[in-house]
């Protein structure tokens, strides 16, 4: 009974993956139709660069450090204290990310994509300040993966970039008439 229980789990979870797949693809597609291959869309990228990197490496340090800590208290039943400070670090190292990459923007733009224009430059910057408090987001996203993932709960956070995707694509198609900004 459980070895059929964990195909239909799998199963589900690849299915969820497909899903995702072709919603990215989707969303590529949406872009390129309402941008093209143009300096928006390098802008575009170039900016998001950021917060997913600082995300990346807040989710990364508690991927590697919360689950086992966790664990280890969830069996002495002290899990909620771990779990509501290391929220709250999350959130804290997240805003701090997002208040240096606001503050520091240009410079961060600079030595990123030194090489685009002043004018595409000036652009990233005002994307990168748009998109700064996204590391809040995809930081609190980990942390929850992380902690559902703790009590084997898998479909939920495999659902996430499935919502992403859809987001970002109906995002575009209503917000589009604001040009990049409105991505």
Do not use: C
Request: glycine share 10%; net charge positive; hydrophobic share 55%.
């Amino acid at each position: 009974v459980s070895q059929s229980r964990y195909f239909k789990a799998a199963l589900g979870l690849s299915a969820i993956s497909v899903i995702s797949k072709v919603l990215g693809f989707a969303r590529e597609q949406a872009i390129a139709w309402r941008f093209g291959a143009s300096a928006l869309v390098d802008s575009y990228v170039a900016a998001l660069v950021i917060p997913q990197l600082l995300a990346g490496i807040i989710g990364g340090a508690i991927a590697t450090s919360f689950l086992p800590v966790y664990s280890a208290e969830r069996e002495a039943g002290k899990e909620r204290k771990i779990a509501g400070t290391t929220f709250y670090a999350t959130v804290g190292l997240s805003l701090l990310g997002s208040v240096l990459a606001l503050v520091f923007a240009p410079l961060i733009v600079r030595g990123l994509v030194g090489n685009f224009s002043l004018e595409q430059q000036a652009l990233t910057v005002g994307l990168l300040r748009i998109m700064a408090l996204g590391t809040l987001l995809m930081s609190v996203s980990f942390f929850l993966t992380i902690l559902l993932n703790g009590h084997k709960e898998f479909m939920l956070p495999a659902l996430t970039p499935v919502i992403m995707n859809m987001v970002i694509v109906t995002g575009l198609l209503a917000l589009g008439f604001l040009s990049i900004q409105g991505l």
